[in-house]
């Protein structure tokens, strides 16, 4: 831009170039009578200036400026690929936990109705361990595309594990919807064989539910609540869904301090056998 140039001065065009948030080198072009006045366009974000009578730094100035405006640009991508990791599954693309629990924090701030799902596939370990890990990552793409098929427009499908772990935020819904029409609608959906080309996989889903009538203060509580159930879910063969109790929770500690109180005697030998025969 030329300074003192009629209806385009370079304080006019500098405001035009940042409104636009072009990045674009900005140079002053000023006379040698002018050259004071620069200072202040300068702080106001031009890059450099030249003299007219002298333009000998005008290509070494564009070279640089290119240089640091690529810096830029892949400090941008990086921020950008950083803010994306921070909120979705880079394999599948889903929401990620963190995308998740924000949802359903805004839910319960906003006191809508609302149900959370936590799912997985009950063949899938098994499935990772027999075809291995590319196979599996292709079937989780896979299951993750059906899944979203399967939902109202306004659900929320994330992944929340490293493995086959999914979870679902209906939105506007009471449970019974979800239990009698959406859920169902889940589980037909999942009757059809997986095609992964030389093999198609029939999977089933085990789901875990809670909702907004348990009055969750934050939404990991409800989060975890919806995978005890789920957890609950898998040790009933043939169910296909659990709706969480709070008595889950309860028998959720007694069973691991159990565990624990187990280690400790055995690590201290006070666990003694004794046979009585018959």
Not at 43 to 70: F, M
Not at 172 to 193: D, K, N, Y
């Amino acid at each position: 831009a030329s300074h003192g140039v009629p209806n385009l001065s370079a304080p006019v065009a500098l405001e035009l170039v940042q409104a636009r948030s072009l990045d674009l080198p900005f140079i002053v072009l000023v006379s040698a009578l002018q050259e004071a006045t620069v200072a202040p366009l300068l702080e106001q974000g031009a890059h450099d200036y030249l003299i007219k009578d002298n333009l000998t730094r005008l290509v070494p100035i564009i070279r640089r400026e290119r240089r640091v405006a690529q810096i830029r640009s892949e400090r941008r991508q990086a921020l950008r690929q950083i803010e994306y990791l921070a909120y979705y599954d880079p394999h599948t693309g889903l929401p990620n936990q963190n995308r998740l629990v924000e949802a359903i924090d805004a839910e319960i701030a906003a006191q809508h109705p609302y149900v959370v799902a936590f799912l997985n596939l009950d063949q899938y370990r098994d499935f990772r361990y027999g075809y291995g890990y590319l196979l599996s990552e292709q079937l989780l793409l896979i299951v993750g595309h059906r899944l979203r098929t399967l939902l109202p427009r306004d659900a929320m499908l994330a992944r929340v594990g490293r493995d086959d772990t999914f979870a679902i935020l209906f939105r506007a819904l009471e449970m019974a919807t979800v239990q009698t029409h959406h859920l169902p609608h889940i589980h037909q959906g999942f009757e059809g064989p997986i095609d992964l080309g030389h093999f198609r996989p029939l999977l089933s889903l085990s789901v875990g539910l809670t909702d907004h009538t348990r009055a969750w203060a934050e939404a990991e509580a409800c989060l975890r609540a919806a995978e005890m159930a789920h957890y609950q879910g898998q040790q009933q063969a043939g169910t296909e869904a659990v709706i969480y109790q709070p008595p889950m929770k309860k028998r959720a500690q007694a069973r691991a301090q159990l565990e624990t109180d187990l280690r400790q005697a055995l690590r201290q030998g006070q666990l003694q056998v004794a046979y009585q025969p018959i």
